[in-house]
């Protein structure tokens, strides 16, 4: 952050403890070494145990969120959690996100609470459908990418075309930071473009063959390949790309070294109304996350908040914007991998979960006092839309609540047909539902099976109030209520949808809302 962006007036020890912080994701495609990749970069911030907890090899899925007994069926993570550590002199806070391609929302989700990512890609798959799906959300939002080619040690694609697959696939700009000391089993080491600095697990004759072929590679790629540019990376225009191998712990600090020069702290954040800079003095928070009942021993929801701007402490009374009611913070949590702790202060870039009792929600904005909203966090329009049928008819009222509390979470959507029938919940993958079963039996003690419905696309649908209750009346039994009261029409398939808009041009028809 440079001076000429901190004319605010923040105190000149928030601006530099914003200017140290670090709040990345890490995107890949099942399988690229994102676990293990989080497990080395958690070793290397000195958080040991935590990297123990993540890999317990066999169990690492297991340790991680075992309160969720379908991710321990399924050995897959399901949920985002927050990583905090401190490296080189900066703080990073690493989000983790769910891992399996399934279930993506919270993904999504979460991407709107990161300043960069890091995009793990196999060096021998190449881009893989998960990644491209996720730069692309990265890319809604400019979010600087910057890329770990993982695997170096095994069988792997020529780095050079690795580097024109990421271009021309993406259409997103390379320039190699590092560059592999040999290939595959011989794989030693990186080179860094940058401070011209040899990183090798042992030392190398200029005769070695590895050392004639690092001195070939660098002539073209000073030839060929366009230097490292800040403005283009800032923009997101621009990958910086790393070559290693997670596994044997080669070039992950590379990447974390290279993250502390130029990983970007805190952006600012677009409210309805103005932009929120980071190093603004006021506090302000944006909940991106509700998670219920973590720990089956306490039932708890705690809504995961990054703080946008100014410094956050514990005990502060603050402004929630949505209902316009004060809200105490009494507790807000730091998370590390498993355990939390409490946070007595937090600045801009970090993530902190506040307990409530359903009072928050994701794309609530919190502030010291200011009457502002922060927009950007997405609702995607469902592609699986299924009427719940209940087991127990005396459980209507417990389902109806249960349904409300999980969707408030983020779990499914909901929605209330406007004709009256029963409630249809909508997601973007399969998995969510089993998920929603799980969590209605497991923690509400409601029981219930899923039918299907003629429909097969949700649109929420916004114009002129009153051609917007004609199209409803029209189409009773198409229309449902969103959690928020929103409008939205279903179609049974997507040549209906097209022909509805045709038919109505002066309604649209839009398949993300943006909360907030
Ligand atoms: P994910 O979270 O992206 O799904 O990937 P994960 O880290 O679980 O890695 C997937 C597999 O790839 C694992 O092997 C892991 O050990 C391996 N792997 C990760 N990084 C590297 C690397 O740099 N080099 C090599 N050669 N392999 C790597 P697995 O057999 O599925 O699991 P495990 O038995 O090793 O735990």
């Known amino acids: 952050m440079t001076d000429t962006q901190t004319a605010t007036g923040a105190p000149d020890d928030i601006r530099d403890a914003i200017s140290r912080r670090r709040t990345f994701a890490i995107i890949s495609h099942p399988d690229a070494g994102k676990t293990t990749l989080t497990e080395r970069i958690l070793r290397a911030g000195g958080a040991i145990q935590l990297a123990g907890n993540v890999r317990a090899k066999g169990e690492r899925r297991r340790t991680r969120s ?12 399901v949920v985002t959690s927050v990583m905090t550590f401190e490296y080189g002199g900066c703080v990073f806070n690493l989000l983790d996100t769910p891992g399996h391609e399934d279930f993506s929302e919270d993904t999504y989700r979460t991407l709107t609470a990161v300043d960069s990512a890091v995009m793990v890609i196999d060096a021998a ?8 799906k996720l730069f692309e959300i990265c890319r809604m939002r400019d979010i600087p990418i910057v890329t770990f080619i993982n695997k170096m040690d095994r069988e792997a694609q020529d780095p050079f075309a690795l580097l024109d697959e990421i271009s021309s696939s993406l259409a997103l700009d390379t320039t190699p930071a590092t560059w592999p000391v040999g290939r595959a089993a011989k794989f ?12 090798t697990t042992t030392t190398l004759e200029q005769s070695d063959p590895r050392m004639i072929q690092l001195g070939e590679d660098l002539e073209l790629i000073e030839a060929a390949l366009p230097e490292f540019d800040r403005e283009s990376f800032d923009a997101g225009h621009l990958t910086p790309v790393f070559f290693g191998s997670a596994m044997k712990e080669i070039g992950v600090t590379d990447l974390l070294d290279a ?12 409210t309805e109304t103005r932009t929120v800079h980071a190093d603004e003095p006021g506090m302000t928070a944006l909940v991106f996350k509700i998670q219920a009942n973590m720990d089956p021993n306490h039932r708890d929801r705690i809504a995961f908040a990054r703080v ?8 502060m009374r603050l402004h929630h914007t949505r209902t316009g009611k004060g809200f105490a913070l009494h507790t807000p949590q730091f998370f590390f991998a498993r355990d939390r702790q409490i946070a007595e202060e937090a600045f801009a870039g970090d993530v902190v979960g506040i307990p409530n009792h359903g009072t928050l929600r994701i794309g609530d904005t919190l502030t010291e006092g200011e009457n502002i909203r922060f927009t950007g966090v997405p609702y995607f329009a469902p592609e699986i839309l299924r009427r719940v049928r209940l087991e ?15 969707a408030e979470e983020g779990v499914v959507q909901l929605f209330r047909p406007q004709d009256g029938a029963q409630p249809i919940v909508g997601v973007v993958g399969t998995l969510q539902l089993d998920v929603l079963q799980a969590r209605l039996k497991g923690e509400y003690g409601v029981g219930i099976g899923f039918d299907s419905t003629p429909f097969s696309l949700a649109r929420w649908v916004t114009g002129d109030h009153a051609k917007l209750d004609l199209f409803a009346q029209t189409n009773r039994s198409s229309m449902a209520d969103d959690l928020d009261g929103d409008p939205v029409f279903f179609a049974s398939s997507a040549f209906m949808m097209r022909r509805t808009e045709e038919m109505n041009p002066d309604l649209k028809f839009h398949d993300i809302k943006q909360i907030g």
């Open 66 to 77: 075992d309160w969720m007994g379908i991710e321990r069926d399924r050995g897959i993570s």
């Open 125 to 132: 798959k190449g881009i893989e459908d998960r990644t491209r």
């Open 188 to 199: 030693v080491g990186t080179y860094d473009l940058r401070t011209r600095e040899l990183h």
């Open 259 to 270: 993250l502390v020069a130029f990983g970007p702290s805190p952006r600012d954040q677009a």
């Open 308 to 315: 946008c701007s100014g410094r956050l402490s514990r005990g």
């Open 392 to 406: 127990d008819a005396m459980k209507a009222k417990k389902l109806r609540q249960a349904l409300t509390e999980l």
